[in-house]
Nanobody, 118 residues
Framework: QVQLVESGGGLVQPGGSLRLSCAASGIIFNYYNMGWYRQAPGKQRELVAVMRSGGSTIYAASVKGRFTISRDNAENTVALQMSSLKPEDTAVYYC????????????WGQGTQVTVSS
């Protein structure tokens, strides 16, 4: 059974920092691209950052330079370090594990709320 368990969300003031973590089980972790997505109220889920199995990264333009994704293949974890947070970063953040094996195989965590407000 595949499980992705996020932690680290919460309330932070604008300009502050927060670190999200995701622990994966039930998959061969280093086979998967690991990513973070977010969904704000009334909006579609959007990509925040992805680290491919080979180590390359993709960031949304809105977070580039402020957020950093990292993964630990030995611990089966992926993290998202968020800095210089803005109110528009407020959303539920989801961990994602994905690979293409003729079809798209994807798994999602339950989500963790991040609220940026003074």
């Amino acid at each position: 059974q595949v499980q992705l368990v996020e932690s680290g969300g919460g309330l932070v003031q604008p300009g502050g920092s927060l670190r999200l973590s995701c622990a994966a089980s039930g998959i061969i972790f280093n086979y998967y691209n690991m990513g973070w997505y977010r969904q704000a109220p009334g909006k579609q889920r959007e990509l925040v950052a992805v680290m491919r199995s080979g180590g390359s990264t993709i960031y949304a333009a809105s977070v580039k330079g402020r957020f950093t994704i990292s993964r630990d293949n030995a611990e089966n974890t992926v993290a998202l370090q968020m800095s210089s947070l803005k109110p528009e970063d407020t959303a539920v953040y989801y961990c994602n594990a994905e690979r293409l094996i003729g079809f798209r195989e994807a798994y999602w965590g339950q989500g963790t709320q991040v609220t940026v407000s003074s």
